[in-house]
């Protein structure tokens, strides 16, 4: 599914956001495991290269969860109460096919927004300089329904240009998946993992 918002991004305003691309979420057999997300890995890998390769900046969200300060996260999700996402274990960090690269931002965030009680806006403003600040957001990652469409709206309600990938965002089911794609017709434009490498290339989309 493709959309055509009524607006155009530079390259040089854009920066990547890899949501929760972590173990927990993407292994096999994991606590939150989403199949979906495993077949993600070589596209969004091909982005992040690109981006590199651009200068596009790169920023990794990490879900953090307990019981204490997520008490209604676990609460909807009893078996988190006692393992999942925790600080420091190795279920936490990124999947090894996209460990981020010296000079990527690793942000940890404690809700399904990016944006919620984190230092991402304080990023954001300052990541490119006064020159050229940062106006669009391109979003890829898990869990599409969740994590990704909450930073979506939480973008587009602060202003930013939301580019989401229909492709490179991965759901537990192909419907949640597809809803929030609907979604986005309000919230941003859906473009594919190759879309957004061209309009990269050029410049502009």
């Known amino acids: 599914m493709e959309n055509r918002a009524n607006w155009e991004f ?31 890995i070589p596209r969004i890998r091909r982005l992040i ?3 590199h390769e651009l200068g596009v900046p790169v920023i990794y969200t990490l879900q953090e969860t307990d019981e204490v300060f997520c008490p209604l996260e676990v609460a909807t999700t ?3 109460m006692h393992d999942g996402m925790r600080k420091g ?3 936490q960090q990124v999947i090894t096919e996209l460990t981020p690269a010296p000079g990527d931002i690793s942000l940890v965030k404690r809700r399904f927004s990016a944006f919620y009680q984190t230092d991402l806006e304080l ?9 050229k600040p940062v106006d669009t957001i391109i ?10 469409e909450s930073t979506a709206r939480d973008a ?3 202003d930013y240009k939301v580019v989401f990938g229909t492709d490179i965002c991965s759901a537990q089911t192909p419907e949640a998946h597809a809803a929030t794609l609907a979604n986005m017709e309000l919230f941003g434009r859906n473009m594919d993992c190759e879309g957004i490498i061209s309009a990269l290339e050029r410049g502009r989309g």
Request: hydrophobic share 40%; glycine share 6%.
């Open 139 to 148: 979003i890829c990652g898990t869990v599409t329904n969740v994590c990704c």
């Open 156 to 158: 587009f309600f602060r």
């Open 89 to 91: 274990t190795p279920g």
């Open 10 to 40: 530079e390259r040089d305003r854009c920066v990547l956001m890899v949501i929760d691309m972590q173990n927990d979420f993407v292994l096999e057999g994991a606590i939150l495991e989403v199949k979906e997300a495993r077949n993600q």
């Open 123 to 131: 990023i954001l403003r300052n990541i490119r300089g006064s020159v």
């Open 49 to 51: 290269d690109k981006c």
């Open 78 to 80: 009893p078996k988190l």
